[in-house]
């Protein structure tokens, strides 16, 4: 009975000693909470807000709706930015959508979803500039705190966002007046470090589209880094820009692809289940060629052309006439390559980015 009796208390222990050490590994791999404009998320719950953009000396105040899906177990924290541009409808309602697949009792890490990064140039229904300040949000990091409207959203963006996250995808489409062909995600391939833009090649071709483009140069600094994923590499954080629709149009052959994409890049991370779905062989883009407008006046693009073309150095890609119809400037293309950009609606300025055309990477990566 003596023996029986050790038996018993020697398996006890065992078990206990088991359970113990199960219990410290789950929660040596729990999730921690995370905090986000003064709210703490605790491991497993979803928050949706908004982050305040307070007023300065204009009087303009603002704020930045928000969902953050923390999840139950450990892992990156993975950024989504919609609405850097409050036109690319595409990014907005994607962002929208995706935020209602999540559960964070299934997700590792920590999802930050910004639903629309520039609410004044959204409700303003304005392309490229916020209405107040006539600034580019995107041209607008790291941003001033005590500077214009634009200027306090990028500050707020950087602060509670970028520098909070391990990973970070900046979503846009071509704006209300741009044709944009095809699809691509895009990154830094030489900015950040070898670490930096390694991991962001990793989640640009885990994103799942079939274009890639490759950014050149650097910043020394982030006050240099005036995108918003140049401020993030240029912080250490690997990022990507994905383009996908154009013309204000939102359709679900623009809005899936981001869904997909996105859900992609969080199984390439592990945050959760399955693998992602790679593109077979992806289109790598090594640089990209612009051409400006030299006149106020309407542009006519070539009905011969549309984007997501390989053209020619050389192709006629529209006109640009006066407002009484004379011609004033034929846009041809300077190089050969992957028309990327082509703008889609007759009004164009003085120096407006009106050509982006595309070379394929010789080396194919």
Do not use: W
């Amino acid at each position: 009975m003596k023996n029986v009796l050790n038996i018993a208390t020697l398996l006890f222990v065992v078990i206990a000693n088991s359970l113990a050490h199960g219990d410290k590994l789950k929660i040596a791999n729990a999730n921690a909470a995370f905090e986000i404009g003064g709210v703490v998320v605790t491991a497993g719950e979803t928050y949706r807000g908004e982050l305040k953009v307070p007023s300065g000396d204009d009087e303009v105040e603002s704020f930045i709706p928000i969902t953050v899906h923390n999840g139950n177990d450990a892992g990156p924290v993975l950024s989504l930015i919609a609405g850097i541009h409050g036109s690319e409808y595409s990014s907005i309602l994607s962002m929208q959508k995706l935020a209602g697949l999540i559960d964070p009792a299934k997700l590792s890490g920590t999802l930050v979803i910004v639903h629309i990064a520039n609410m004044p140039a959204f409700t303003g229904r304005t392309i490229y500039f916020g209405p107040d300040d006539l600034k580019n949000l995107n041209r607008s990091f790291p941003g001033d705190i005590n500077g214009t409207i634009t200027e306090r959203i990028a500050f707020i963006l950087k602060r509670e966002v970028i520098m909070r996250s391990d990973y970070l995808i900046d979503i846009h489409s071509g704006d209300a007046n741009e044709s944009l062909g095809p699809s691509y995600s895009a990154y830094y391939a030489e900015a950040g470090g070898e670490m930096v833009f390694e991991e962001s090649r990793r989640i640009a071709i885990a994103f799942g589209l079939e274009t890639i483009v490759q950014f050149a140069g650097s910043y020394d600094s982030v006050d240099d880094a005036i995108y918003t994923g140049a401020q993030a590499v240029t912080l250490g954080i690997p990022a990507i820009d994905i383009e996908s629709g154009e013309l204000g149009k939102f359709g679900d052959q623009y809005v899936g692809p981001i869904i997909d994409g996105a859900r992609n890049v969080m199984r390439e991370l592990g945050m959760i289940a399955g693998d992602p779905e790679l593109p077979a062989n992806p289109l790598f883009i090594s640089n990209r060629t612009r051409v400006f407008s030299n006149h106020d006046g309407i542009f006519y693009a070539d009905r011969k052309v549309k984007t997501g073309n390989y053209i020619t150095a050389g192709t006629r890609l529209g006109i640009i006439t006066d407002y009484h119809g004379n011609e004033l400037e034929t846009i041809v293309a300077p190089s050969a390559g992957v028309l990327l950009i082509l703008f889609g609606t007759p009004p164009v300025n003085k120096g407006d980015n009106v050509v982006v055309i595309g070379r394929i990477s010789e080396s194919g990566c």
